[in-house]
């Protein structure tokens, strides 16, 4: 019994070290996965490409996840915003703008019209476009769905039909670029030559030798020490949570395939034992033969049992009459009711 147990006690050992072995695999190979417009992100949505490209070009480029922007930013970049501007953020840009710095904003997500809106543009819905052209003559795989208008504004992009799809302007003391679109800015639109030649241009040569905030204003938990706060969280959603699930799953399997029980072993009541009456034991056996089809099997084991008993003078003289007759009607029985009626009749007249 000594072996049994330590040999149960090594393969459940040996199965909690496999669920965390797979858990610390999943946690060195599977990358964190991040929202669209993300500067963390390596997703054909993500921002990582023109993060990296402008700290090449000698861009001094950082992340924010606060509000305001730091004081020390001579221009943001908010490439998708994930959250509404509210009064608190739209003060922190204008903060950079008003030390005559530059704010672009990319994107055609709610967030961004409603940012685009809160700068003072106006912005109205047009027929989506697959390409625009830039007033020289430059022409993107970058379509939008918005068009753009502000007074003081000059065009960047052109759909077909002369509506703007991006556009810089003069704001408070410094500059803003706003693009309907937030493909130009992103992994997947960097890879095309004529985009990336309008982003540096436009964008990142202004900003050689500055300083640029990569807006990352909650999506980048990562940033500020922000850990999971729910127990689902902590279980499906970090490799150590799903390392223990598999352990809980494994040793579930382990035992219910190797026949172990869920708990403390319980005592066999015997029949003497139960409250049940006699007759209650035999209409439950009759029962339980009449499903599995058995009534006859039930009734010639009452027979021979019985028999046996009178054979061997077991019963009273002044009641064998009595006992043989019920004998005779437990031998005779063609139902439930029937057979338990005489094994009845039988006990009674011992």
């Known amino acids: 019994m000594t072996v049994s147990r330590w040999r149960t006690s090594m393969v459940l050992l040996g199965i909690c070290v496999v669920a965390v072995l797979i858990g610390a695999l999943r946690l060195a190979t599977q990358p964190v996965e991040q929202p669209p417009g993300s500067s963390l992100?390596?997703?054909?949505?993500g921002a990582l490409a023109l993060y990296t490209w402008m700290a090449d070009l000698g861009v001094r480029t950082e992340r924010v996840n606060t509000r305001p922007i730091d004081a020390t930013a001579d221009a943001v970049i908010i490439v998708q915003p994930a959250t509404v501007l509210d009064s608190a953020a739209r003060g922190?840009?204008?903060?950079?703008?008003?030390?005559?710095?530059?704010?672009?904003?990319?994107g055609d997500s709610l967030q961004w019209l409603l940012a685009a809106r809160g700068f003072g543009l106006t912005v109205d819905g047009t027929s989506p476009s697959s390409h625009s052209v830039t007033p020289d003559g430059l022409s993107l795989p970058v379509g939008g769905r918005f068009h753009l208008s502000a007074d003081r504004a000059e065009p960047l992009l052109l759909a077909d039909d002369g509506s703007w799809l991006a556009l810089q302007m003069p704001y408070r003391q410094g500059h803003l670029i706003v693009i309907g679109s937030a493909f130009p800015l992103t992994n997947a639109g960097l890879t095309d030559s004529s985009t990336a030649r309008?982003?540096?241009?436009?964008?990142?040569?202004?900003?050689?030798?500055?300083?640029?905030?990569?807006?990352?204003?909650?999506?980048?938990?990562?940033l500020t020490g922000a850990s999971p706060s729910s127990i689902n969280e902590l279980l499906f959603q970090t490799s150590w949570g799903l390392a223990i699930v598999y352990a809980a799953l494994l040793t579930f399997v382990f035992l219910f395939l190797s026949g172990r029980r869920l708990g403390p072993a319980l005592a066999e009541t015997s029949a003497a034992e139960s409250p049940r009456t006699m007759y209650e034991h035999i209409q439950m056996l009759a029962d339980l033969y009449r499903r599995a089809g058995q009534l006859e099997a039930v009734r010639g084991a009452f027979s021979r049992h019985y028999a046996r008993r009178l054979a061997r003078g077991a019963v009273s003289t002044r009641h064998a009459a009595d006992f043989a007759e019920a004998l005779q009607r437990v031998e005779s029985a063609r139902t439930e009711a029937?057979?338990?009626?005489?094994?009845k009749d039988i006990d009674e007249s011992r």
């Open 41 to 45: 992100s390596t997703a054909a949505d």
């Open 338 to 343: 029937d057979l338990v009626s005489a094994v």
């Open 198 to 222: 309008f982003v540096y241009r436009t964008i990142v040569a202004p900003l050689v030798g500055q300083t640029v905030a990569f807006d990352e204003f909650e999506r980048a938990p990562s």
């Open 92 to 106: 922190g840009f204008n903060a950079v703008a008003d030390r005559g710095g530059t704010i672009v904003l990319s």
